[in-house]
């Protein structure tokens, strides 16, 4: 996010319609549900908390106070404790998961459409990829995820994580 030059902020990224602006909005924007819900809020009761436009006049000081509220509020969680999602009641440790799953592909994303670094750690690819093979089939069907895209079997782990996502 740091890395985003002011002439930057209106470029497509690999998110159908979404600029550059609008995906770090996306990103900060969970961030900042991520401690609330956390700690066993609601999305009813966390709803009037969150701004409409989560980025305000300043992007990165935005970036860098959801971050570390998100950091902190997975840090003080029961991974085993019940969070309450739009989308029904999971453990924290699943929540936890999709948060991580996004930040990843959506950092490649970022990175794609600003010009950065593209190469995501291994481990952390690999993370994300157990996760995804047991969840992929749930998430897709919820429609939370495009069509996976075709790669040749010789692709490496990022590129095959990527296009489960739908990336090219």
């Known amino acids: 996010m740091h890395g985003i030059t002011d002439d930057q902020w209106a470029r497509p990224t690999p998110c159908g319609d979404w600029d550059v602006r609008a995906l770090v909005a996306h990103v900060v924007d969970e961030q900042l549900w991520t401690a609330p819900l956390l700690e066993g809020g609601t999305i009813a009761e966390v709803t009037p908390a969150i701004p409409a436009d989560p980025l ?19 840090g003080h969680t029961d991974l085993a404790a019940i969070v309450h999602l739009s989308f029904g009641d999971f453990p924290a440790e699943e929540y936890v998961m999709q948060l991580f799953a996004d930040m990843l ?29 047991k969840n992929e089939e749930a998430y897709r069907g919820a429609g939370v995820f495009g069509d996976a895209l075709p790669v040749p079997a010789t692709a490496d782990p990022q590129t095959r994580l990527l296009a489960r996502f739908g990336r090219a």
């Open 56 to 74: 305000g006049a300043d992007p990165a000081k935005a970036w860098d106070t959801s971050v570390h509220d998100a950091v902190e509020g997975v």
């Open 105 to 133: 592909v959506h950092g490649w994303d970022l990175a794609r459409a600003t010009g950065q670094v593209e190469h995501l750690d291994n481990e952390l690819v690999t993370e994300c990829t157990t996760w995804f093979d």
